[in-house]
């Protein structure tokens, strides 16, 4: 199993509706989460991170946490042909030499179509 | 400005030759990562560092060799041991406590 893992895609959504994308981990010790967006060539961009279950809002985006299931996801409302990029989840995760380390997804491809 | 510096942007090796891919930060931030993306992939840990003179091996290390002789600097060699080493290589930095990670602009590394 791999430590962190995304649906590769490509998710096709139409301009204006919401874009839902997910994420599952593997050890329950993480504690930080994050989601980074990366357009074709260039390096990942942060968007949102979460620290705490629930929902976190900004703007038009919405991270959601629930430690119990290891499940993060992504809603991105209001979906512009702008938003289309590859989205990349990331864990935080503690390390037997007392580092963490950021672990990534292999990153979910989202296409808006106008 | 503050940033992340990677270069350079490109870089050509040829068989059997090491490279050193540079990355720099102005932004005080303690912990480096390096990270090595294919074509159609997400992001692989190579080696990270959370202090000066300290670091570990990430999940792909083999080939690769680092060194944190100062808090601003974290360069990647990629060795002649390394099979297959054309890909995107992207440093990142993040502050002490804090795991949200910034990116340079990445080497695109090609092998001719």
């Known amino acids: 199993q791999k430590e962190v893992e995304q649906n590769s895609g490509p998710l096709s959504v139409p301009e204006g509706a919401i874009a839902s994308l997910n994420c599952t981990y593997s050890?329950?010790?993480?504690?930080?989460f994050f989601w980074y967006r990366q357009y074709s060539g260039k390096s990942p961009e942060l968007i949102m991170f979460?620290?705490?279950?629930g929902d976190k809002e900004d703007g038009r985006f919405t991270a959601q946490l629930n430690k119990a299931s290891q499940y993060v996801s992504l809603l991105i409302r209001d979906s512009q042909p702008s938003d289309s990029a590859t989205y990349l989840c990331?864990?935080?995760?503690?390390?037997?030499?007392?580092?963490?380390?950021?672990?990534f997804g292999q990153g979910t491809r989202l296409t808006i179509n106008p | 400005d503050g940033g992340i510096t990677q270069s350079p942007k490109y870089l050509f090796r040829k068989e059997g030759q090491n490279v050193t891919l540079s990355c720099e930060q102005n932004?005080?931030?303690?912990?480096m990562y390096w990270y090595r993306q294919d074509p159609g992939q997400g992001l692989r840990l190579i080696y990270y560092?959370?202090?000066?003179?300290?670091?570990q091996k990430g999940d792909i290390a083999e080939g690769y060799s680092v060194s944190r002789e100062k808090k601003e600097s974290f360069p990647l060699t990629v060795t002649s041991a390394q099979k297959n080493p054309t890909a995107f290589y992207l440093c990142?930095?993040?502050?002490?406590?804090?795991?949200?990670?910034?990116f340079g602009q990445g080497t695109r590394l090609t092998v001719v």
């Open positions: 990142a930095s993040s502050k002490w406590g804090s795991t949200e990670a910034f």
């Open positions: 050890d329950r010790g993480s504690q930080s």
């Open positions: 979460i620290y705490s279950n």
């Open positions: 990331a864990v935080n995760q503690g390390s037997d030499q007392g580092a963490q380390k950021l672990v």
């Open positions: 932004l005080n931030h303690d912990a």
């Open positions: 560092s959370q202090i000066v003179n300290d670091f």
